[in-house]
């Protein structure tokens, strides 16, 4: 029939002084404080996680609930407790009956052997653990028939977090039903990711081998907690690793020659670019058209000037990640995750409509780069709200096409640069901008191994509390005079808005 109360929880006492309470025998119970429960009936729990019964009263006295019956829903009780006795100071609570049901049934986090009701799902019954079963975690698992009582195997356990360290492999002839071995590859990088767990208590690695992903990872990423680390490299199922620097020993118009050991095969880096980050034509980025064994050279289109004998360079974008979405790559919330290697792309988005980055980050996450390059993305690398980029040679091709594109940007965040290369696809755009920090970001480079500002209109750009720190860290080539009115320029194309500062190192 209806009731004449609402149900309601959170609302809690204790069974008062000089008072008990026995099941089976007693129909009304003492609390200390009787003054928020209805007076109308409800369900009470009585007792706590390993020693308790479920009652409903009809009514309410002073301190005193009274009309106490079993639970209409149900014989809650725990086990061998069908008569016990209660004492003072014995917590009472008002639940909601068919939630503490649902609570009992899904069982508490850690347990010990027979301290837990279970039904059968028909009649209400209670069972227990096995008492040979002595283990302190466990859990109820459906099964064909009633769920069942179990202790938590290495197999559940593997479910939510790691046991060791893991390596999975990626290749374009694997096989996302794989499990993910160099001899059997997953196919995309979404699928290794999700044969991990949500935990990530132990280093783990995604090799991934040479070709286009078309796929956005970025909710895939959002589903780890990452207190060792995750990382994600061009690397192939013969652990080769795709992502390397060098010197080259020679260069001419369309071509330069690197070192021995990184053309293997006539071809194996067509699709994948080059950048010089150091020495003679540096800051220029180049795809790769054609790559020869024979005498280790790499076609690419016309450099703006001719690498020579000692320049370094960055090989990279073998593993290219065309996402659809804002970003192929959003590590917003995550820490202790790099990538080695590759380029973030988003081919089918305009750069000049759309507001989309290459990697991104946000939330106090913390995320490493190294030899990784954005393609013709509108903001090649971002890192916004609290969070920490490392950037360790890695490259930005910054659009024509877009009103204003920026190849590294930090916003009200921090970053570090090192031997990076920011080149502008068309000089004569006066808002492209390789360093850029805004809304308190602040930017900190290496005079080591400075980073390569070319083609671009603006070298470095602060505004809105944003800090460049470490100018002799960057080399600025073939950049165009600032022409924004509303902006005073300095020297070396740097520009500086607001209450913001463009400084070397202090």
Not at 319 to 347: H, Q
């Amino acid at each position: 029939m209806a009731k004449p109360y609402t149900k309601s929880n959170n609302v809690k006492s204790d069974i008062a002084v000089a008072n008990t309470w026995q099941r089976g025998t007693d129909t009304s119970i003492v609390l200390t404080s009787g003054a928020d429960f209805d007076a109308g009936g409800g369900y009470i729990r009585i007792g706590d996680a390993t020693s308790f019964a479920i009652m409903e009263y009809t009514g309410k006295t002073s301190n005193t609930l009274t009309g106490l019956t079993a639970c209409t829903i149900g014989v809650v009780v725990s086990v061998g407790d069908e008569t016990k006795t209660w004492p003072a100071a014995t917590e009472v609570k008002r639940v909601i009956a068919g939630e503490e049901i649902t609570d009992l049934v899904n069982g508490p986090a850690s347990v010990t052997d027979n301290t837990v009701v279970l039904f059968d799902g028909t009649t209400g019954k209670k069972a227990k653990a096995a008492a040979a079963d002595t283990t302190t975690t466990h859990f109820l698992a459906a099964t064909a028939g009633a769920p069942a009582f179990r202790a938590l195997s290495a197999t559940d356990l593997g479910a939510c977090i790691t046991q060791a360290a893991t390596t999975l492999y990626v290749a374009k002839t694997g096989d996302d039903g794989n499990a993910g071995t160099s001899g059997a590859p997953k196919l995309t990088i979404g699928g290794a990711l999700d044969a991990l767990p949500f935990i990530l208590a132990h280093a783990c690695t995604i090799n991934v081998a040479p070709g286009e992903y078309d796929e956005t990872l970025t909710t895939k990423l959002s589903k780890f907690m990452i207190p060792a680390s995750l990382t994600i490299q061009a690397v192939d199922t013969a652990d080769r690793a795709w992502h390397v620097r060098g010197a080259a020993t020679a260069g001419a118009n369309t071509t330069i020659d690197v070192e021995a050991a990184h053309v293997l095969v006539d071809d194996e880096w067509n699709g994948a670019f080059i950048s010089i980050w150091q020495d003679t034509g540096s800051g220029q980025i180049r795809e790769i058209t054609d790559s020869d064994e024979s005498d280790n050279r790499l076609t690419v289109a016309t450099w703006d000037t001719n690498p020579a004998s000692g320049s370094d360079y960055i090989l990279w974008g073998a593993v290219r990640v065309d996402g659809e979405e804002s970003s192929p790559i959003d590590c917003s919330g995550l820490t202790n995750v790099t990538f080695k290697g590759i380029g973030f792309k988003a081919s089918s988005l305009d750069p000049a409509t759309t507001s989309y980055y290459g990697a991104h980050l946000s939330n106090l996450s913390a995320v490493t780069f190294e030899n990784c390059g954005a393609i013709h993305c509108r903001y090649g690398f971002r890192s916004a709200n609290q969070s920490f980029v490392t950037l360790n040679y890695c490259s930005a091709m910054v659009p024509d096409d877009a009103s204003i594109a920026i190849g590294f940007w930090c916003f009200s965040a921090m970053g570090s640069y090192t031997g990076c290369v920011a080149y502008g696809m068309d000089a004569g755009k006066s808002y492209s901008v390789g360093i850029y920090a805004s809304g308190a970001g602040v930017w900190s480079g290496s005079s080591s191994y400075p980073s390569q500002m070319r083609h671009l209109g603006k070298g470095a750009w602060a505004v809105i509390g944003g800090m460049v720190m470490g100018t002799t860290a960057l080399v600025y080539t073939d950049n165009t005079t600032d022409t924004d009115p509303n902006t005073p320029a300095s020297t070396a194309d740097l520009v500086a808005d607001g209450m913001a500062f463009i400084q070397d190192q202090p």
